[in-house]
């Protein structure tokens, strides 16, 4: 995984979403990363916060479409299909 300014970054198998989503939202609450956005006077802003499943078309079934839970509050996923033609397309 890899966390920027504003983005955390992962990727798994279709069969391990779980997995993924646990260990971002572990991330997301670590102490270390709480003390460091508190240090920098910032806080996780749920209302802007998004989270993107990206798949190819065939796999796109098999993603969860259940919230992920960040500080206590639900965020929907968007769901991205992978073409080769065009790059990302809504779903």
């Given amino acids: 995984m890899l966390m920027t300014h504003k983005k955390l970054y992962g990727f798994c198998r279709s069969d391990h979403t779980a997995n993924l989503c646990q260990q971002i939202m572990a991330c997301v609450e670590d102490v270390h990363v709480a003390e460091w956005m508190s240090a920098n006077c910032l806080q996780l802003n749920v209302a802007k916060t998004e989270f ?22 639900a965020v929907l996923p968007h769901q991205w299909c992978m073409t080769s033609e065009y790059g990302l397309t809504a779903v």
């Fill in 52 to 73: 993107l499943w990206c798949s190819s078309c065939q796999r796109l079934h098999q993603l969860p479409v259940s919230p992920v839970v960040f500080s206590g509050n």
